[in-house]
């Protein structure tokens, strides 16, 4: 099996004295926004069931990783080693009911143990938490972001009964949209397209599957039969802006029944 000294090794190489002068000059701060981009590259892969293409992928996520870790390393702040043994400690500590004597027979029993485990780790590391909030990365890309902050005030009993009372406000929302819209006033009606989509990210996590992951499948789809179409109108070298809006909807009907996916 390959270990992880060969990438390491790759990594000291390339910004030793005679290595590259592009990853010479890197920092933690550039390369996160490299890490970051490989990830959904690899989203991106996982959302098509491309095999070879998720392989490629994972050994980017993994070099970016390696990189920003030997950066520290070579600062001093801490090593490879200090960082698989601050996680292990902590899945370890996370997992009672695996690793000690702790019984766990449903998941929301499973969900309290994790939040309990985790608030007790940042107390002992001194993080005093004064909202349920805090937690939440505000760099997070806005989809996510507003999936975690849900997750985490529902974990404080501030939720709808169930899905039919999201879906609900869901058209309460779009009903606001609309009146937003016709008002004229752009930035109202920015925020009422906000809460919209806030309001499905909840309809998303009530039926339980991540909205990030559907939006990816459903863009994905969209994409693969915008090809589609495109390909039948080069075949018969028309342009599509010259089409009529009868006409475009026969050609993306045809694509719809072509792909399927």
């Known amino acids: 099996m390959e270990t992880i000294d060969r990438l390491f090794n790759i990594i000291k190489t390339l910004r030793s004295e005679n290595g590259c002068a592009w990853d010479k000059k890197q920092t933690p701060e550039t390369m996160w926004k490299c890490l970051a981009e490989e990830v959904y ?47 292990a400690k902590k899945m370890i500590n996370r997992h009672p009911h ?16 994790w939040d309990t485990i985790k608030t007790e780790e940042k107390k002992n590391n001194g993080r005093k938490r004064v909202s349920a909030l805090d937690s939440v990365p505000k760099g997070m890309p806005s989809l996510m972001r507003a999936l975690k902050v849900s997750k985490s005030v529902v974990k404080e009993g501030f939720d709808w009964n169930d ?8 058209k309460d929302e779009i009903r606001e949209f609309e009146s937003a819209l016709e008002s004229g006033n752009q930035d109202e009606a920015s925020m009422e397209f906000g809460d919209i989509l806030f309001t499905l990210v909840n309809v998303a996590r009530s039926a339980q599957f991540h909205p990030e992951t559907a939006l990816a499948r459903s863009t994905a789809k969209f994409e693969g039969r915008f090809r589609v179409m495109e390909k039948e109108l080069k075949q018969k070298n028309i342009k599509l802006a010259d089409l009529s809006r009868d006409k475009k909807d026969l050609f993306w009907s045809r694509a719809k029944q072509s792909y399927k996916r």
């Open 41 to 87: 590259e690899l989203e991106e892969a996982i959302v098509k069931k491309d095999l070879q293409n998720i392989c490629e992928e994972l050994g980017d996520v993994l070099f970016q990783f390696i990189f920003i870790m030997e950066i520290f390393q070579e600062q001093g702040d801490f090593t490879f080693s200090d960082v698989v043994g601050e996680v």
């Open 98 to 113: 695996v690793y000690g004597d702790a019984l766990i027979s449903t998941k929301e029993e499973l969900d309290r143990q």
């Open 163 to 170: 899905i039919h009372g999201i879906l609900n406000s869901v």
